[in-house]
């Protein structure tokens, strides 16, 4: 495969056959908690995605040419979650003074997404999948996609949710649970599909 | 002794930290296909609840306030890593079937969570036993939903076959299974508890303690008037 055909491989596959929220089960707190309002999900969608990125690309650097030179490849988990704590600080501070209306619609979500399982899950994806600089970037970004893609798809059934009248032990969040079942019953509809286009 | 036992028996029962407190939701849902990976799962995250619990509440009068969360954060991860050595070593099946969710205990609410309401202000002994009834009210609920889930979409339990081959619900064991179940075993909770007359309403939220969830989060509601404060501060200037 070449180069620009495997980046829209792991585009697609991200996005669609192996969504980190509807088929991997990542970032599942967030998905359920912020899903509820359109504004909080495009917010916290935006700050993922931008996040995950910038995490991908510097998790990446700094495994490669610290981690592995000095065999700490062991410590991973551990720099990797201070590595992400200490860059969602930075960029908010970065934001804060520099770019204004971007703080305003993203800096209440950044804060929250220090602990999101799904950006650490792709730091650590990429280098189990070995993937180079540019792809480990792609993914991060397809990953944000994906997850951005989960949120809004699933604040759409909710707005329908909230007419339904379910029984009443079901009110709540497992009728929440119900619905995001079958919304992720739609994305099995993409299994094998990556591998035909792609071969 | 007594007020021991009632703070175990509040991790598994009353607090329950993924039925009640809903905390850390993401391994229960992947994790519960077999009952095998679930029990491993279990065991993984108790020990690092009542690792990082003693040592949180062991050095509570030494972290500086401002910055306990990433103190916490250390913590947690040095017993993690810990644990995922020793797996790798010692079980690699089961290293081989918890995949990257063993190293997200890390980011798990539960441990975290625990670190933040319990151990940062309660003494060694104590702390010990909140991990511990914390873990095993984990282990508890992630077990039976994986012996459902395993017997249904699998037909085996603990790789023993039950059902004959042929006869299983695969959905079961995929995704939209995961939150089927956990969806299910909520609204039997909530079915039996009215029924006895308590009120239980489940919603989302770490409490406002992780920074993992979104809503109805004291954090944000923290963060919101954060914000505000240093918009006025902008405006001033």
Same mark, same amino acid.
Request: net charge positive.
């Given at each position: 495969m070449s180069g620009a055909m495997k980046m829209l491989f792991i585009l697609f596959t991200m996005v669609f056959t192996e969504n980190y929220v509807l088929v991997q089960f990542l970032g599942i707190c967030p998905f359920l908690g912020v899903s509820q309002r359109f504004d909080s999900s495009i917010g916290m969608s935006g700050a993922v995605i931008f996040v995950m990125t910038l995490a991908s690309a510097a998790t990446w650097a700094i495994y490669t040419y610290v981690m592995v030179p000095l065999g700490l490849e062991y410590l991973s988990t551990i720099i990797f979650i201070l590595v992400i704590a200490a860059l969602v600080q930075f960029v908010e501070i970065v934001l804060k003074r520099y770019i204004k209306p971007l703080y305003k619609s993203l800096g209440i979500y950044l804060p929250l997404i220090t602990t999101n399982c799904a950006v650490l899950a792709v730091t650590l994806l990429n280098i189990s999948e070995s993937y180079s600089f540019l792809e480990s970037c792609v993914d991060g970004f397809a990953a944000g996609v994906g997850f951005g893609l989960a949120l809004v798809l699933f604040c759409g059934v909710r707005k329908s949710l909230e007419r339904a009248k379910p029984p009443k032990c079901f009110e709540g969040l497992p009728i929440t649970l119900m619905a995001a079942a079958l919304t992720s019953m739609t994305f099995?509809?993409?299994?094998?599909i990556a591998e035909k286009l792609f071969g | 002794m007594k007020r021991k036992l009632n703070i175990l028996a509040n991790g598994i029962f009353?607090? =329950? @930290?993924? /039925? +009640? /407190? +809903?905390?850390?939701c993401c391994s229960v849902l992947a994790i519960s296909i077999t009952v095998s990976g679930a029990l491993g799962m279990g065991a993984a995250l108790t020990f690092v609840l009542v690792g990082a619990n003693v040592v949180i509440s062991l050095l509570r009068k030494i972290i @500086?306030?401002?910055v306990r969360i990433p103190c916490y954060i250390v913590v947690i991860a040095t017993f993690v890593t810990i644990v995922e050595m020793v797996v790798e070593a010692f079980l690699p099946s089961l290293y081989e079937a918890l995949g990257v969710f063993l190293a997200l205990i890390v980011v798990n609410c539960i441990v975290l969570g625990r670190a933040e309401m319990f151990a940062n202000k309660n003494t060694v002994a104590d702390s010990f036993f909140d991990g511990l009834g914390m873990g095993i009210g984990y282990t508890v609920v992630i077990v039976a939903i994986a012996v459902f889930r395993e017997l249904i979409?699998?037909?085996?339990i603990w790789g023993y076959r039950i059902i004959p081959e042929g006869?299983? +619900?695969? +959905?079961?064991?995929?995704t939209p299974g995961g939150f089927f179940c956990f969806g299910a075993a909520m609204a039997l909770l909530v079915y039996f508890m009215n029924k006895k007359g308590k009120k239980f309403d489940p919603r989302i939220g770490c409490d406002g303690k992780c920074? =993992?969830?979104?809503?109805?989060?004291k954090n944000q509601e923290d963060n919101a008037a954060l914000l505000a404060a240093s918009d006025k501060e902008a405006a001033e200037v």
């Open positions: 099995m509809g993409f299994t094998g | 009353k607090e =329950n @930290p993924v /039925l +009640i /407190l +809903i905390l850390g @500086p306030d401002k979409g699998s037909g085996t006869y299983q +619900i695969g +959905i079961v064991k995929q920074g =993992n969830c979104g809503l109805g989060c």
